[in-house]
């Protein structure tokens, strides 16, 4: 019995940890937060040389060939620095073709999307809340795509792009495709820009028909989603505490007032337990599928929720400060309603969970 | 990571659940009063090696090599029989391992093996009117006088007071030493007349509180575990034997089954109360807490397994304060689903968590479940330990040690 991570998952997340602090502190990203585009591709080189582009793309087409669980560490690590980029969305891409796509499909561009050469991004959600595979209507007419996707995330910059499709399957559009058209939304989050995705006549090619892809890649993204969540909640608290220890007021850190201590420890209470709750998530997807929808809605659900109601306390801990656009706590807290909404809120998967629950 | 327990615990699972088939007994036995029947069954436990495993031979138990995970197999299987298993009292709980660590050869002799049996009864004499959250401010003081302690004062919302035999309790014996440094860890009889036990009726309605009154009561010189003036340090460690009791994953599980089971058979306009939106979206997000306990004991017990606790330290601190937190999140849930049941008064309830209760039994439930947030500890005082011991933060404005 083993619940825990193994010393090459433990090195990984240290590996990480070491390039965010040393690439994307907080001074570099305030700048790229205030620059608004999101992505910087100095820092997507870097993250492409250290191989997390192609984490769960198997050696054989160039990734590392690692699992659902050493994709959601990574995300963890991300969204504890807040590092802006395209991760989520080629990750996600990624996963399409390993599970999805043909010999033909994966030759062409998963060697390119593990190495950096391609960027990826997916493009699932329709208007009126429809994030799921039941829920897409777009369809392909001879081979050709004619309507609109919303929310492709970092979507504008991606050479390749996965979309949803009715019936739950999932089909490739290339950039430079005719009739493809990418309209910047403007994201709460500045770390992780959307795009609106315009389609009139753009010729697509269809991934494999099982409809158990698409599905799999939504599970994928919830677990990275609420991996992301934990790793900016425990930024958050960590912030809060190291704010509360050296800001003074009435002649003593705030720290040392039991109201403020009090808060610190609930939100730290509220986030440290919900470790197991993505990793167990992570794990089912790759080991325990009959569990892994399910595991996966739980997780997303309330780790989102416990990361925004720590944001909400980072804010209001920092004071007048936390309300300022000049305040950090304010690229965490926009990071964190992203992870809540991308996907669905959290209201939406818990009754997805208590369906697959058969409640 | 790896989920499964492996064929060597397995099949030690097998065999143990093979054993406990045994409950109940059969045959002639089934005829022999019910304390009977445990006391054997205990007693081929013991034999086999599953019960008081941590325990020498010498003092009553079976002496077993540590291994956690098939404490949390024999925890999980005696639990799902209903087979007496390892009596969790205070006495056997708090107290042998105190003794195993603290105790004299005479009193580990003496006094391990009756409380294993069962024979020994024990109540804790901690509190004090005046010394809660604050418990090193203790008044009750033991004076030596020639080979006997004589005690005087007053414990408070003591546990079982009135059915023990004796008492492990902190007593003030050196006043002039600083506040923790003048408090001894005493064994004391309950049966003399110098002491008077008055019952404290709970908030549930049940009889386990007491008041304890000592006016010259009296125990032997050498009935104090520890030397003069470490009691605080004895009873930090019965403290750490109890934080150390990692809870089983699955426990927190089979509560909020019970929650489920609850909504499946309560109706709500003719149908059960399940399939309103509003009850689904209150018990998925209490699963999400469920599963957040139960995900930790989890990582908890690997940490252990590995030795790799000094990995899990934060969520070891959180552990009492979010499993507490989580308990009354459920038999909250539970008790509102019953709804106007929940104006009836609790059935005297002996079982802690009646999980096959509904409307009075679960007002019951939520009603206990206020308590394990006080005791041991209260939440505030957790919220402390979290900060200071676990995020770093400066120690609040209290008294110097």
Redesign the interface.
Known sequence: MDFGLSEEQELLQETVRGFVDRECPPSRLRELFDAGSGHDPGLWKGMAEMGLLGLGVPEAWGGAGLEVLDLALVAEVLGRGCVPGPFLGHALACQALVLGGSDAQRERWLPALASGGALGSVALAEDGERWDPEDWTLAPRRGRLHGSKLYGPCADVADLLVIGIRGGGLALVEKGAPGLRREPLNGVDRTRPLARIELAGTPCELLGADPGVAARVRDAGLVVLAADAFGVASRLVQMTVDYARVRQQFGTPLAQFQGVKHQLANMATAIEPTRGLFWYAAHALDHLPAEAPRAAAIAKAHITDRALETARAAVELHGGLGFTWECDVQIWLKRAMFDRAFLGMPERQRERSATLGGW | ??????AE?ESFRAQLREFLAGWPLGGEEAALPLAEQERRFRNRGLERGYLCRHVPVEYGGSGQEPDP?KDIIIREEYAASGAPGDRLEQGAGMLVPTLLEWGSEEQKRLFVPPTLRGEIRWCQGYSEPGSGSDLASLQSRAVLQGAEWVLNGQKIWTSNADKADWMFGLFRTEPEAPKHAGISYLLVPMKQPGIVVRPLKQLTGSLEFNEVFFDDARTPADHIVGKRGEGWQVSRSTLKHERGLIGSPRLMRSLFDGL?DL?RRTERAGRPA?ED?RV??R???I???V??????S??L???R??G?EH?VV??ML?AK??STDVAQMVAKAAYELAGAEGLLAPPRAEAYYDESGTGPGWTHNFLATLGPAIAGGAS?I???I???R????????RSPR
């Not at chain 2, 599963?291 to 930790?296: D, G, I, Q, W």
């Not at chain 2, 676990?390 to 404005?397: A, F, K, N, Q, S």
């Open positions: 990571m790896d989920l499964s327990y492996g615990y995970t489920l909504a399940l939106p689904r979206q018990l998925a997000e699963e999400g807490y599963r957040s306990a139960e995900t930790t989890l990582r017990l690997s940490a397994l590995k790799e990995k934060l969520p959180m304060l979010f505030n957790q919220r402390n979290i900060g200071e676990g995020l770093g933060l400066p120690r609040d404005l």
